[in-house]
């Protein structure tokens, strides 16, 4: 079984940068798309952003020119550029990977935390 294990999360301060990567432990079959979604405590799981097979993106209104999405399919790994972060924009940020025959896959998590 395929696992997707993401990293990048940590601490800083409002109008910072980080870069998350989901890295996937090998060849996802029938990857139909992956997606960032995101929990802060007491609120529902958020989609992010989205990169489809074909490299197509979308992205939350909430995110917009401040997040970007992006793809190394030689290392089966999605990335998320998050900048001018938010105290807002503090949440577990979780990788998907969606797949046309079967259930789609989950990593684990990685804590984002933006400070005022």
């Known amino acids: 079984q395929v696992r997707l294990v993401e990293s990048g999360g940590g601490l800083v301060q409002a109008g910072g940068s980080l870069r998350l990567s989901c890295a996937a432990s090998?060849?996802?079959?029938?990857?139909?798309?992956m997606a960032w979604y995101r929990q802060a405590p007491g609120k529902q799981r958020e989609l992010v952003a989205t990169?489809?097979?074909?490299?197509?993106?979308d992205y939350a209104d909430s995110v917009k020119g401040r997040f970007a999405i992006s793809r190394d399919i030689a290392k089966n790994t999605v990335f998320l550029q998050m900048n001018n972060l938010k105290p807002e924009d503090t949440a577990v940020y979780s990788c998907?990977?969606?797949?046309?025959?079967?259930?789609?896959?989950w990593g684990q998590g990685t804590q984002v935390t933006v400070s005022s």
């Open positions: 990169v489809t097979r074909g490299g197509s993106t």
């Open positions: 998907k990977a969606d797949r046309y025959y079967d259930a789609a896959l």
């Open positions: 090998g060849s996802i079959f029938g990857l139909r798309s």
